[in-house]
């Protein structure tokens, strides 16, 4: 389970045992987890903080008072009343002088970091930091114990000397830092330790994976037909762009979608349609596409536009016709979100639902902020901007995050890096497309598609390099799982 700062508090608040109790929980799971990599012979330094997180330290030297253990406080004493009481039942002989730390650091086989814990923000002190970058530079295993000293819990922003550890040891549940280590690489490992108390929550963030996905996906049943779950629409390529086209067409069709229309520039069509035999295509040009597209939208219940709409000539135009005249969920991608650029203001005036897909620089672009400014609050920008326009976001990235109107936010863990290529976005758009008119719930399509566009490519890294990893590969991947799942 994956939960928010604020929702560990209240799980704490809620569970019934003090927090000296809690902290007492916490050392003895720690120390189940740490002993298994321990000997008799092998020096331990455990670096605590003025908070419970030192506390947890503190009870778990405690703990293994067997052991060679040396604990350094780089913060001065305790300074709540918990963690102050687990200092003073700690051996004399294990509290070592700040001035002691250098030495402890290089001459230690282990070092365990509980400086800073999940109320941790901003940016390290100057002593503190120091500190840090020694242990960065030791030869020592290093284990962080919840957060990594030096990393925000909720927003996964990170100082740049923030402790890197072997395994960092979530205690009660994952925080989105533990979800974001594509991003921040501070550890090798998370591994969460179950502190045996109760976990009502309503702010456990949405999760996704193999046998979820599988789960929610509808069966045919023996009398469907082609429209049985309805029409999805794809508006995309100009001239010089008709493989975003594709990809868009491939992206749905990997997804199992039975039933494609797919509008598109009278330039490319013919490309399109040799390489594409099952959708039903609906060319247009410059002249007749109000014709073309208006009565195609009335037919579908999910819809994209954008995919490698570069050039044509009126696309601003097609926009605001598919915006006006759409009854379904809206998915714009790449030039349409170009489009909205210093306008997305239109967004207010829409009655449908709108899914947008940026990346980190298109999504900057789009609300006119620094990408140095977007890649430490994504959170905060992808929510505030779903909450106030009204609309779905797919941040794209390493970690994709979505942010629903309502605030729920979903982070993404499948994919890897063969998803570094160009077109990635493209079949993505398609398979949101093709998944949304499968689902009820909307935001439960969009996470499924994100988290589904991530897993396929896994599964294919499996027997195919990440380096030349084919996109074409993707409907025959799908068709795999969908035969081993009994689809």
Known sequence: MIIHT??????????????????????????????????????????????????????????LKDYCISIVTPDGKPSS????????????????????????????????????????????????????????????????????SGAEADSGNFDEDAIRSDITFALCCYKPFHMLRKDHHLFAKAEVLSLHIPMHSNDFYPEMNEDLF???????????????????????????????????????????????????????????????????????????????????????????????????????????????????????????????????????????????????????????KPVSEIQKNRFACATDFAKTWNVYIVLKGPHTIVAAPDGKTYINQSGCQALATAGSGDVLTGILTGLIPLYKALFTAIISAVWLHGWIAEKGCETKSMQNFDLNSYPSIMDEQFFKHHF
């Open 6 to 63: 604020k929702g560990m508090r209240e799980i704490e608040q809620n569970s019934g045992y003090s927090n000296e109790e809690l902290m007492e929980k916490a050392g003895q799971a720690l120390a189940e987890a740490i002993i298994p990599h321990l000997d008799k012979e092998k020096k331990i330094l455990i670096l605590c903080g003025k908070g419970n997180n030192g506390g947890d330290g503190f009870v778990l030297a405690r703990i």
């Open 81 to 148: 009343k918990e963690a102050l009481s687990a200092y003073s039942k700690v051996p004399r002989r294990m509290k070592k002088p700040m001035k002691n730390a250098d030495a402890l650091i290089e001459e230690s086989d282990i070092i365990i970091d509980a400086i800073y814990g999940f109320s941790y923000h901003g940016k390290l002190k100057d002593n503190i930091r120091s500190l840090c970058q020694k242990v960065n530079a030791a030869k020592a295993c290093v284990y962080s114990i919840d957060i990594n």
């Open 214 to 368: 599988f789960q929610a996906f509808p069966k045919k049943q023996d009398d469907a037909y082609k429209g049985t779950f309805g029409k999805c629409g794809i508006i995309a390529g100009s001239y010089g762009m008709a493989g975003a086209l594709m990809l868009n067409i491939l992206g749905a069709k990997t997804t199992g979608a039975s039933y494609v229309l797919a509008a598109c520039p009278d330039s490319i069509y013919p490309l399109a349609a040799t390489r594409f035999i099952t959708p039903v295509f609906h060319p247009y040009n410059e002249n007749n596409m109000q014709d073309v597209i208006i009565p195609m939208l009335k037919q579908v219940k999910a819809v994209s536009f954008g995919s490698g709409c570069t050039n044509f000539s009126k696309k601003a135009e097609l926009l605001d016709l598919v915006l006006q005249n759409a009854t379904c969920p809206v998915v714009l991608d790449a030039e349409a979100l170009r489009l909205l650029e210093h306008n997305y203001y239109i967004l207010q005036f829409v009655k449908v639902p709108v899914i947008l897909t940026p990346h980190i620089g298109e999504f900057a672009a789009l609300v006119n």
